[in-house]
């Protein structure tokens, strides 16, 4: 597996398991609503998180969440663009547009963006022409049915089986669209058509998914499988979540994407000083 990811003209280093920022310039997003529409605290709160580790940083102007409103291209053209040339204006890391539509996809890179985050894995009109011409790492995840249905009532025969399926599916649909497989990150997409079995399930087995020798990515922070597990609010969620990374790092996950970077930062250093010892 590539050691280093070329994202426009920045470098992601994966020789040991990375932050991935989350910056939701949404209304509605669950845990961080409507606080970063404002450029200048969306710009605040990015420096914020670069100081504090991460490696990368992942914009998004439309909710995936659960039932959240769908968003105009035009309104989300202009949530990210504007605060993308920001960004990447003060800040040297690389930064992740977080969107499944063709036309952001290409905007935000010519903005400055160097990889593309799709919950929909290039499923949506244009997007997989407008990623193999973006030339930046793609990261396809995993979704049971759509944002708007999808946990009304998740089913698998064999849930690491079927996302397996789905990669290889998705990987193909790349290949033939000029995607070169080496700019490929591959997501199970935790909550995204999932109960809490089939999200324990992923999460104890996520060592299990053929990877294709591509990096794993995997969001986990605040999710409600933490709530459920915990009994704790949104806000209360952030000790589940650094355990859930923690064990998603030690089998081998190379990008966390967290709302928690600083606490992730020190999760995944210990991490790799573990996964890194000769006895
Ligand atoms: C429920 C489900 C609430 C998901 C909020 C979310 C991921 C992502 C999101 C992920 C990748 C959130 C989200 N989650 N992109 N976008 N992987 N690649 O927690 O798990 O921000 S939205």
């Known amino acids: 597996m590539r050691k280093t990811f070329a994202c426009g003209g920045r470098v992601l280093d994966l020789s040991q398991p990375q932050v991935m920022a989350v910056l939701n310039i ?18 605040e709160h990015a420096l914020q998180m670069a100081a504090e580790g991460a490696a990368i940083i992942d914009i998004g102007g439309e909710s995936t969440r ?15 663009i504007p605060i993308i040339e920001a960004i990447s204006s ?5 930064i ?13 890179v010519a903005a400055g963006a160097g990889m593309i985050n799709d919950v929909w894995a290039l499923r949506q009109p244009g997007a997989l022409k407008a990623a193999a011409a ?15 249905s999808m946990q009304k009532n998740p ?6 089986d079927e ?4 990669f290889k599916q998705r990987l193909s649909a790349a290949a033939s669209a000029g995607i070169e497989h080496d700019r490929l990150l591959l997501d199970p997409g935790f909550g995204f058509g999932k109960t809490l079995e089939h999200n324990l399930q992923i999460l104890s087995h996520v060592d299990a998914f053929d990877h294709f020798d591509l990096p794993l990515l995997v ?16 806000d209360g969620r952030l000790p589940a979540g650094i355990a859930a990374a923690t064990i998603a790092a030690i089998q081998g996950v190379k990008i966390i994407r967290t709302h928690d970077v600083a606490a992730s930062v020190q999760a995944l250093k210990l991490s790799y000083a573990v996964m890194s010892v000769d006895l």
Not at 26 to 43: C, I, K, M, N, Y
Not at 90 to 94: N, R
């Open 66 to 80: 659960p039932g959240a409103i769908p968003v105009s291209l035009e309104e989300e053209l202009d949530r990210v």
């Open 96 to 108: 992740s547009i977080d969107t499944s539509k063709a036309e952001v996809m290409s905007a935000a």
């Open 90 to 94: 003060a800040i040297d890391i690389p």
């Open 26 to 43: 949404t209304e509605d997003s669950f845990s961080d609503g409507g606080q970063w529409l404002d450029p200048v605290r969306a710009l």
């Open 219 to 234: 969001g986990l922070s605040r999710k409600s499988m933490l709530g459920q597990i915990t009994g704790a609010g949104v």
């Open 155 to 160: 089913d698998y025969e064999n849930v690491v």
């Open 163 to 166: 996302i397996n399926g789905f």
């Open 134 to 148: 973006a030339k930046v790492p793609v990261c396809l995840m995993h979704m049971q049915g759509d944002p708007g």
